[in-house]
């Protein structure tokens, strides 16, 4: 025997050959031990990549196993201070900008004011007590047309022959407000005293807009309407120089459709008297239409 193996007679051939460790089995401790890492301090070194935290565990296991994912919805300390948007700038005020918020709106209105509505100021006492002296109104100028007038329509017209000399007017005017009674066709009347007015022979009830203690007319009248034309009465007839004031004109008081400029609807001034104007077309419900004569 060789000197190699004198000093150890008790020792194999091969002895120098360590024996391989006995593996430990991997416990579902060992993976949560994993999964939880604890928070790793600034000065502490990062652990190996595919390193096991876990002795006892081989180093394929742990790189098998799923790694915590950081959540991107969750922000870091300083994430506000690194993906913070930068302050606008505004805008500098454009000439486009005056156009849209200066003259555009002053446009509108004027559009509005001469092609849609009216404004005016009643001169007499001819409407007491839908409308007073001094009260102003709105009207829509979208009638005649293209809306038609109707019966009991408070209407705003161009004095046709002076008639506002005979109301006692407050007011400088060259325009009238009246309602509408009778339209083209009709054959509009009365017998005076108290009776009712009579369109097409069907006598109205006027007691929702007429002054209260004023008759329907005094004087007695009888009128058909030609085409092109109208007749108007103010709800105060004791004092209202209308149609049955004219019927001995050239044109037996009536007013020309042409020369009716709205609609009046409400009342805005003054202040503690505005509110809508109710033209009263369910008191004409049931007369009858007839067609106009030239």
């Not at 089995?25 to 652990?47: E, G, S, V």
């Not at 009260?135 to 017209?157: K, N």
Request: proline share 12%; aromatic share 6%.
């Amino acid at each position: 025997m060789s000197n190699h193996h004198a000093g150890n007679p008790q020792r194999a051939p091969h002895a120098e050959t360590e024996p391989a460790p006995r593996r430990t089995p991997f416990r579902l401790t060992d993976a949560r031990y994993l999964i939880q890492l604890p928070h790793t301090p600034h000065h502490a070194a990062p652990p190996r990549t595919g390193s096991s935290t876990n002795p006892h565990m081989p180093a394929a296991s742990a790189a098998s196993l799923p790694q915590p994912q950081h959540d991107p919805a969750t922000p870091t300390p300083t994430a506000h201070f690194r993906h913070r948007d930068p302050t606008p700038t505004p805008a500098p005020f454009t000439l486009r900008d005056i156009l849209l918020w200066c003259v555009l709106p002053v446009l509108i209105v004027l559009g509005l004011r001469l092609f849609v509505f009216g404004m005016y100021a009643i001169p007499s006492g001819s409407m007491e007590n839908t409308i007073m002296p001094g009260d102003r109104v709105i009207t829509t100028r979208l009638s005649p047309r293209p809306i038609a007038l109707r019966r009991g329509d408070i209407i705003v017209f161009k004095d046709p022959a002076n008639w506002l000399a005979n109301e006692g007017a407050t007011h400088n005017s060259d325009r009238l407000i009246k309602r509408l009674i009778g339209l083209p066709g009709d054959t509009v009347e009365c017998a005076g005293n108290g009776a009712p007015i009579v369109i097409n022979g069907v006598p109205i009830d006027e007691s929702a807009y007429l002054k209260p203690g004023v008759e329907p007319s005094r004087s007695a009248f009888s009128v058909t309407v030609p085409a092109g034309r109208l007749f108007v009465l103010g709800d105060n007839r004791a004092n209202s120089a209308d149609s049955r004031a004219h019927t001995n004109d050239g044109a037996q008081g009536l007013v020309p459709v042409g020369d009716v400029e709205g609609v009046a609807f409400m009342r805005y001034w003054p202040l503690n008297r505005v509110g809508w104007l109710s033209a009263h077309h369910d008191v004409f419900r049931a007369v009858p239409s007839r067609t106009p004569t030239s």
